[in-house]
């Protein structure tokens, strides 16, 4: 969508989609939100939704369906075996990305258990330009490693390069010559590069990163949960493709990889997930894992409906007008932060605007969780649920000792199509808030620290009375009952 003009000033991101349904909104007053926090363990994960007031958590499941998208759900086809709907989607996958073979997976990460399931040996490296955390817990789970290659400049946060999720391919040819191409079961690269703040990756990149694991007889894997921010910066970013269409740039993508997968949470705007898969005897090989583990072949543990629903959310993530969405307000979200002085990552990606809790607070040690601890004084302070997406979100090395993440990020997503722009205002101003009274936040500590995925679940507690203090303060600025 060109951004549309106004007369008295600068455009602004504006929503080409009217409101048809709405769900209420709570907004607790401060101390209230407090205990929530403590009661949660200082982790947002554990926050009960209806506590929250601006619901930044994800972009994963929360994408606003779109009128044709409900409709459809109504001519589902509910079958154990055969149904309609599985051929119905497996036909648009197969019309967008040209493969023919479709498993289906209950959400992107059991599609990743999959293919780790059936190539990842102990020993083995996986090389990513970036991981995802279920996407190595997988892989590390079977004994695996994996290899990330993104290029430096995609880890610096300040920058103006369009795409900071591209793999740096020197490094990814000198990976696979000393690991031998033998022990590199697959290459997997992520679209719209989540960890990293939401980062996309050029058309060229892919297609020299896949060239080299043609030559050396290696799988490629596209990681597509995010394709369609990526799409979308593709489409804006990359001069020789600016005049393709959508549906163009989606097929020479597509034709890139051995196999595609995706989270239909993101990539669809419903609930679900699917592995493409090109060579018929790869897909056979993989095929007994998803009655086992997801559903019988044609559902492969989705809702019916759901899968309706994607079938018209793929389409939907081929329309400008749909796909930019996201990205302009993201854009506009860190554009206003990062004039303001709040360090973010430019340029704006896809998912959500990333703050740098790593600058935002720097006396916080990496061991104390800055971006864990940032992450808890946004939703004190404004009710505002993000991600923590830094040392917390890591495992811990064999030896016990921390493993400490190249970025410290606290992730703001904005779902898409979901909240206005005063909603997003709202959000701008009280990080602004919190900015000014960084100095008032603390680290945190575990209490209770599961093994794997320790951030889902895991219980944490403040070093000090930091939290109390940070209230006060902003209820000193604010009043009680905000
Ligand atoms: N790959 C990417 C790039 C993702 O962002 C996600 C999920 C997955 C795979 C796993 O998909 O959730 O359907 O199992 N990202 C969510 C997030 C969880 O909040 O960023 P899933």
Request: glycine share 8%; net charge negative; proline share 4%.
């Amino acid at each position: 969508m060109p951004e549309i003009k106004f007369y008295k000033h600068d455009p602004i991101p504006m929503e080409m989609h009217k409101v048809k349904i709405v769900q209420k909104l709570n907004l607790l007053p401060v101390d209230e939100r407090l205990k929530k926090m403590q009661e949660a363990g200082f982790n947002t994960f554990q926050l009960h939704n209806g506590d929250i007031f601006m619901d930044m958590l994800t972009d994963s499941g929360v994408n606003a369906m779109s009128d044709n998208m409900q409709s459809a759900m109504l001519r589902a086809d509910d079958a154990y075996a055969g149904s309609e709907t599985f051929y119905r989607m497996n036909d648009k996958l197969t019309e967008l990305f040209g493969i023919k073979y479709l498993l289906p997976a209950h959400q992107g990460r059991a599609c990743e258990n999959i293919l780790a399931q059936r190539f990842v040996k102990p020993g083995n490296c996986v090389i990513m330009n970036y991981h995802f955390t279920t996407a190595k817990a997988h892989i590390t789970r079977l004994g695996g490693r994996v290899e990330e290659l993104v290029k430096d400049e995609g880890l610096v946060s300040k920058s103006t390069l369009p795409f900071k999720g591209n793999i740096d391919l020197e490094k990814l040819e000198a990976c696979i010559l000393k690991e031998t191409p033998e022990n590199v079961p697959y290459m997997r690269l992520e679209a719209g590069t989540n960890l990293i703040g939401g980062q996309p990756i050029s058309y060229e990149n892919m297609k020299a990163a896949t060239d080299i694991t043609r030559k050396y007889g290696i799988l490629s894997v596209l990681d597509a949960s995010l394709l369609q921010d990526n799409l979308y910066f593709i489409k804006t970013r990359e001069e020789s493709m600016k005049d393709k269409s959508t549906a163009e740039i989606l097929r020479m993508i597509a034709d890139l990889f051995d196999i595609i997968y995706f989270s239909g949470r993101k990539f669809g705007f419903a609930r679900g997930g699917g592995i493409l898969v090109r060579d018929e005897a790869l897909f056979h090989s993989m095929e007994d894992l998803v009655p086992m583990f997801e559903g019988f072949l044609t559902y492969g543990g989705m809702s019916v409906k759901e899968m309706e629903a994607m079938i018209i959310g793929f389409d939907e993530s081929l329309d400008m007008d749909i796909i930019s969405q996201g990205p302009q307000f993201i854009k506009y979200c860190v554009d206003q932060l990062d004039a303001y002085g709040v360090p973010m990552i430019t340029p704006g990606g896809g998912l959500g605007a990333h703050i740098d809790a790593s600058q935002v607070v720097s006396h916080i040690p990496q061991e104390q969780y800055p971006a864990g601890a940032l992450v808890c004084a946004l939703y004190i302070c404004g009710g505002i649920r993000g991600m923590e997406r830094g040392t917390l979100s890591e495992e811990r090395n064999a030896d016990g000792s921390e493993r400490f993440a190249s970025m410290e990020l606290v992730r703001l997503a904005l779902p898409r199509r979901v909240f206005t722009l005063s909603q997003t205002e709202y959000v701008i101003d009280r990080v602004k808030w919190v900015y000014d009274h960084r100095h008032l936040i603390e680290g945190l500590r575990f209490v209770h620290e599961p093994k794997t995925l320790r951030f889902f679940t895991g219980r944490l507690e403040p070093v000090s009375d930091w939290p109390e203090k940070l209230a006060a303060a902003y209820k000193a600025d604010f009043g009680e009952d905000q």
